[in-house]
């Protein structure tokens, strides 16, 4: 934990979904770190990267989790893991809504159950978690001028192409849209919705995602002389959970070492 004077997100209670590794353990560890009360949801608690769990990891460096197993595209599992955080905690200030998966395959090999199962998670899972989320956050008095805040992980690959990988970038394009149109209507019921876009950050995911020819298409495209790592998408998450975002709403904010630039 940091010293309280330097903790952005003191008293806060946020939910990070698909936080058990990677991104969303980042954020989530850096979430507690500067105060936030924070609810883990994913499917497992097992970290893919290794090392203890995102909640037991929190806990020993003095933070506050808890668990809640949850998968993002059951609206009921949803409703539930945005309960148990206002029960727990008394409110619900923030969500990330960063669970995703993948399924790489070019149209003509995408099969219709894959597309859908894709769907389901990366952006009806999305849908799902900021309207449980927006009616929670709606039930609550303002703090200051914000009732609440959304913070969606969209990519780059929402906006360029992800060879072979059309069901993926496909949600991320309809996350970047759904963010700026909820943005837009709930603004004047202080609710603050935006999104992070990541360019290659490197977890512990292997597969495709390891691939030498990705690799080097992602280091060729990225101006910046090294990958990213989860805690470069954390810290822009913290800053967009963050009161320092005061006048920021609708935004999709690229974290991908210029590639975008490029």
């Known amino acids: 934990m940091l010293p309280p004077d330097a903790r952005r997100l003191d008293g806060r209670v946020a939910i990070v ?3 058990a590794s990677g991104i969303g353990r980042a954020i989530a560890r850096l979430f507690a770190s500067h105060g936030a009360r924070v609810v883990v949801a994913d499917v497992t608690q097992t970290v893919i990267e290794g090392g203890m769990p995102t909640v037991e990891a929190i806990t020993q460096d003095g933070g506050t989790a808890l668990f809640q197993q949850t998968d993002v595209a059951d609206a009921a599992q949803v409703e539930a893991l945005v309960a148990r955080a206002a029960e727990a905690f008394g409110s619900l200030d923030i969500i990330v809504n960063n669970a995703c ?6 149209l003509l ?3 219709e159950a894959e597309w859908k199962r894709v769907l389901d998670v990366n952006l009806t899972g999305v849908f799902l978690s900021c309207k449980a989320a927006v009616a929670q956050m709606m039930r609550q008095e303002l703090k200051g001028e914000v009732r609440g805040r959304i913070v969606n992980l969209s990519s780059q690959h929402g906006m360029i192409a992800a060879p072979g990988d059309l069901a993926y970038g496909t949600t991320k394009a309809g996350i970047a849209y759904m963010t700026r149109q909820i943005a837009a209507d709930y603004a004047k019921l202080g ?8 360019g290659k950050i490197v977890t ?4 495709r995602l390891a691939d030498p020819e ?4 992602a280091r060729r495209r990225t101006p910046w002389p090294r990958f990213g790592a989860p805690d470069d998408v954390a810290r822009a998450a913290l800053y967009l959970a963050s009161d320092d975002a005061s006048f920021v709403t609708g935004v999709n904010l690229m974290v991908d070492g210029g590639w975008m630039a490029a």
């Open 109 to 111: 090999e995408l099969d």
């Open 191 to 198: 609710i603050v919705c935006n999104a992070v876009a990541p």
């Open 101 to 106: 998966i993948r399924h790489p395959r070019p």
């Open 17 to 19: 979904t698909g936080a």
């Open 204 to 207: 512990g995911q292997g597969g």
């Open 214 to 217: 990705v690799l080097d298409r």
